[in-house]
């Protein structure tokens, strides 16, 4: 891996210290080994196990010079720390969502963009063996023209971290740019990723349940796409039986992903029924997390687009927006100009 180029000694710097930020740490520590790691965090107490030093400002950060830096703070929080760190050229690695909406997105990909800055958004199911494959499929024409895309996402969301109280979570509170439009946006970035981009949305966004946040859980999703293809994508917060699925159907035959059966299957006409595709299997859930780090290190290096760049996560909120003006003025679709 270009990675292993990395000159020893750099310093590194992860921004927000919750979950995500602590895994990401961990999985630092083991691909950077030599590094010298700094932690941004708002709280004053207590130690951070993998952190070299911890530090409380956006300041003290910039005082340790840091070659890169992974922004795992709050997604409203993201723009304003990514910008101050990529005007002094430090490498970004942005967790998902890159920002809680459009509000100064175009100017932190200009600035990245002219100090030479590696952009990376972390929608890490991209890096999943199986779904990779399902890109693949669908770029050699194995079911021919896409014609339909629907995906679904649904977990109750007290479930996700049993032994935290999910009415602190990020993902219960609007202010922190939780709810189920951003916090499963993976499902938008997959559909313009295998799909292409999108010319228009609209959605249906509403809180239906009875759990204790003040944000959205439930999302209807259309989209209408530049190749003129249809898309649907189901978001919620509610499901108590887990489901993340994906299924592409095309002029020739449809392709079917289950992210917890981790299978991936093609079906190209009702007499022979579905196929298993045969797909690498995930062995450990942190590895998607792991190669998308080693790819955005690699990327540091050799001057590379990462795979999920600064536009391909401004498309994902473009979707997001316009589907929201939609419902907010009860239009049945708004146009959207998604970068290239």
């Given amino acids: 891996m270009a990675s292993d180029n990395l000159p020893a000694g750099r310093t590194f710097l992860v921004v927000g210290s919750g979950s ?26 207590g130690e951070l196990a993998g952190a070299d030093l911890v530090v409380h400002s956006i300041e003290q950060a910039l005082a340790e010079r840091p070659y890169a830096a992974i922004v795992a703070n709050p997604a409203p929080m993201h723009v304003p720390v990514a910008l101050e760190l990529a005007g002094h050229g430090c490498h970004l690695l942005v967790e998902k969502p890159l920002s809680d909406g459009l509000a100064g997105v175009d100017a932190l990909l200009r600035t990245c963009t002219e100090r030479r800055v590696v952009l990376a958004v972390g929608y890490n199911l991209r890096f999943l063996p199986s779904l990779q494959r399902l890109a693949a499929l669908l770029a050699e ?20 971290r049993p032994k935290a109280d999910y009415r602190q979570s990020v993902t219960a509170q609007r202010a922190l740019g939780g709810g189920a439009f951003l916090e499963l946006s993976h499902e938008i970035d997959l559909a313009l990723w295998l ?22 859980d439930c999302v209807d999703l259309a989209l209408d796409f530049a190749s003129g293809a249809r898309g ?8 108590r039986m887990p489901r993340r699925k994906i299924l592409v159907a095309g002029s020739t035959g449809s392709l079917e992903w289950d992210y917890f059966a981790d299978t991936l299957r093609i079906g190209r006409s009702a007499a022979e029924g ?13 590895d ?4 998308e780090l080693e790819t955005f290190l690699d990327c540091t290096v050799t001057g590379a687009s990462p795979p999920v760049d600064g536009a391909a996560a401004r498309n994902v909120l473009a979707v997001i927006e316009a589907a929201r003006r939609s419902q907010q003025n009860s239009q049945a679709r708004i146009e959207i100009e998604c970068q290239p």
Avoid: C, F
């Fill in 141 to 160: 024409g194995a079911i021919g023209k896409i014609l339909h895309l629907r995906a679904e996402v649904g977990q109750y969301l007290p479930d996700w």
């Fill in 288 to 291: 998607m997390y792991v190669r």
């Fill in 274 to 286: 579905w196929q298993e595709v045969d797909a690498p299997k995930q062995t450990d859930r942190n």
């Fill in 195 to 216: 799909a292409g981009p999108a010319t228009a949305a609209s959605a249906r966004i509403d809180r239906i349940g009875d759990l204790a946040i003040d944000t959205d």
């Fill in 20 to 45: 995500i930020g602590q895994r990401h740490l961990a999985n630092l520590r083991r691909l950077a080994p030599q590094s010298r790691i700094v932690v941004l965090r708002r709280h004053t107490d």
């Fill in 232 to 239: 649907s994508v189901h978001m919620d917060l509610l499901q």
